[in-house]
């Protein structure tokens, strides 16, 4: 399988596809045994949950539901590595909960948008459900999603909303769809798709590469220029070694990297770095600044550094494609690095970087989260809010990012702490990276997000892999996605 398909390819086509991935913002497939307690998940949130030695989540007194009554509540739910700790914390619920049944029903991740949709039109959608930036906008134009801040008002002690990222929340009610309204609570959340780097150093010391410096070590301090040199001189295609695979397929993942080349440092980017204009109604590829970035990636695609669809893991490699197989410098990735390290074990050193910063001095950022959403027709809007502060807790987003599979959730308290820093120093970079803001997702004004991301993938793709250049692949791509963007709202 290719090693591009295996890390990247099934994460940007198809509805649903971006962050599909093993142990990303939202990935399926597998299973996997949560960690054991002995880790510091239990301490993180006493008042919500701890965890046993055996993986399993024991109740705990707080968010309990108020109604009393005998409830059954109806939870979507993703199966699958990196959505452990969700079943996981429903039982924390219902075991503090013992008059509320929560009844769970799994959807492949690739399904949910669309299934969201069809239940919510046919009055048979759950209680609560779990989505994806891309997806809610349209949900909550559709009247789907209940609003939550008289809610968040009516039990803000147990909500501790003030923990939330500002950035995110922003977002959030900034979205066309939501209009100023809070629908939704964030879980795992991250700075894109190609938010850090991982670096095999031990490719890079045999090709006698400088060493990283302990500034860059410590604070990612380094440029895209530092990195296209690290690739071009370790990189070894002729002898499969590749240099670098990166996330430019979709305009989630693209944007987080073209942003890096705004004319001013950051933390925010310029509006002519983003491939979506700021008003979500045009479509910026053209860009100068947009061009650019596409075309150091191109270059190095051109320049046989890149692994494409055509090339294959060689027969008997372990890995989940060609890094962490040993065959490849670098990689980006969310900044997520669970899965690559139980992937690589003692196979080779390796370290993860921030992205790096672009010609004028900025580091290109996209939101991208997942979330859960109450049906806006639930017949039990307290007994489930207390559920969704449960899945969406403290102690659920801890366990996520330190135990689990996945990315630690959107909470200010979960990033900053020091436990997590000291099992995954990335994620200290990361923390400060969320203080100073991250720049928006990118969402079409008509709110016709998953069409626009199948085509902007549809139509780059043959640039992606080297058979078209710029002048073949942009004006079919510019014209796709502009019809799209010039279409009403569903």
Known sequence: MSGKVTRRGFLVFGAGAVLAGTALAACSGGTATPSTAS???????????????????????????????????????????????DPMYTDVFMKANPNVKVVTE??????????????????????????????????????????????????????????????????????????????????????????????????????????????????????VDDLDAIVRAAGKPKDNVWGLTASYSSPLYSTQATRSWSDTPGPEATADSWVLSPDGKTGQLGSPNVKESFEWYRKLIADGFVPTA???????????????????????????????????????????????????????????????????????PDD???????????????????????????????????????????YKQGASWFQLGIDPFPMPYNLRAQEYQDAFGQNTQKYLDGKQDWTQMFPTTHDAIQKILDEGRP
């Open 384 to 426: 489930t809010f207390h559920l969704l502060n449960t899945l969406t807790g403290t102690a659920c987003g801890f366990w996520a990012g330190y135990d689990g599979n996945a990315v630690p959730f959107c909470r200010h308290s979960i990033w900053f702490d020091q436990r997590l820093w000291q099992k995954y120093p990335i």
């Open 310 to 380: 055509q090339n294959q893991l060689p027969s008997g490699s372990t890995g989940l494609n060609f890094f962490t197989a040993g065959q490849e410098v670098a990689q980006t990735n969310i900044i997520a690095v669970q899965a690559d390290g139980k992937e690589i074990g003692d196979k080779f050193k390796w370290t993860t970087l921030l992205w790096p910063k672009g010609p004028k001095g900025c580091r290109g950022s996209c939101l991208s989260y997942n979330t859960w959403s109450l049906n806006s027709k639930t017949k039990y």
């Open 39 to 85: 880790s510091p998940a239990a301490a993180a949130a006493p008042t919500s949950s701890s965890a046993t030695s055996t993986g399993k989540a024991t109740a705990a007194p707080a968010q309990q539901a108020s109604s009393g009554q005998a409830v059954t509540i109806r939870e979507a739910q993703f199966p699958g590595v990196g959505w452990e700790q």
């Open 106 to 223: 799994a959807t492949p991740y690739g399904q949910m948008y669309q299934k969201v949709l069809t239940q919510g039109a046919t009055g048979t959608l759950p209680d609560i459900y779990p989505g994806h930036t891309r997806w809610v906008s349209y949900w909550e134009y559709k009247g789907l999603c209940l609003e939550l801040m008289p809610l968040v008002k009516t039990y803000a002690d147990e909500t501790k909303f003030d923990d939330f990222f500002p950035s995110v929340i922003k977002d959030m009610t900034g979205n066309p769809g939501a209009a100023g309204k809070l629908f939704t609570f964030p879980t795992i959340v991250h700075p894109g798709g190609n938010a850090v780097v991982e670096l095999n150093l031990d490719l890079m010391e045999k090709a006698g590469v400088k060493p990283l410096t302990q500034d860059q070590m410590d604070n990612s301090n380094w440029t």
